[in-house]
């Protein structure tokens, strides 16, 4: 079956309301959600299925503010972003902002809290233990093979520094969607 090409052009629908193609930024958004998704479901041992209580209001206090609950919800944050940024699922431009608002704070909190829960897991006296283990020689023949790092080279960690490049992605869509609508409330299609 063959499928007429996406327009790149606004329209109006039979009741007057504006439609605005989806810009490409906001279509890469595939990769982007799948890869973070990935990421913090790692980072944080996030289980296939998390169960949020609903006892009572005051139930979520101690739920939103463990790290593992905060990546699950905004797991399923990019769950529904991936779904609004696949071709032909109708969304509006205000959705995509909110839900990129909303997903916002939980990664620039993830790779800090990620790095924590990491220190705060490991087993410093193994990991020392494994230092004294370290052969004299050994680590002379490295010393020389390892190049000295300019003081203004970052030294980030590679998969943080992703995870950054890929939450940015996120505000690449938000820009292009916002342009594309002219900052006004319109369907994307």
């Known amino acids: 079956m063959r499928t007429a090409p996406i327009s790149r052009v606004s329209r109006r629908t039979e009741d007057g309301v504006r439609t605005t193609p989806k810009p490409d930024e906001l279509l890469a958004l595939h990769d982007i959600t799948a890869e973070l998704f990935a990421t913090l479901k790692a980072w944080f041992e996030v289980d296939d299925r998390v169960t949020i209580s609903l006892t009572d209001i005051d139930s979520a206090v101690e739920e939103l503010g463990e ?8 797991m399923r944050k990019l769950q529904a972003l991936r779904l609004l940024a696949q071709p032909g699922v109708r969304t509006t431009t205000d959705v995509v902002v909110t839900i990129v608002q909303d997903l916002d704070r939980a990664l620039l909190q993830a790779p800090s809290m990620w790095l924590k829960r990491a220190a705060a897991t490991t087993d410093w006296d193994a990991e020392l233990a494994a230092l004294a283990d370290t052969d004299p020689a050994d680590e002379a023949v490295q010393e020389e093979q390892t190049p000295i790092a300019d003081e203004d080279v970052s030294e980030d960690d590679p998969a943080v520094t992703r995870f950054r490049e890929l939450h ?3 505000h690449r869509a938000l ?3 916002v342009a594309a609508s002219d900052g006004e409330i319109r369907i994307l299609e």
């Open 67 to 74: 790290p593992r609950m905060i990546a699950a919800m905004a």
């Open 168 to 170: 940015a992605g996120l």
């Open 175 to 177: 820009r292009a969607v």
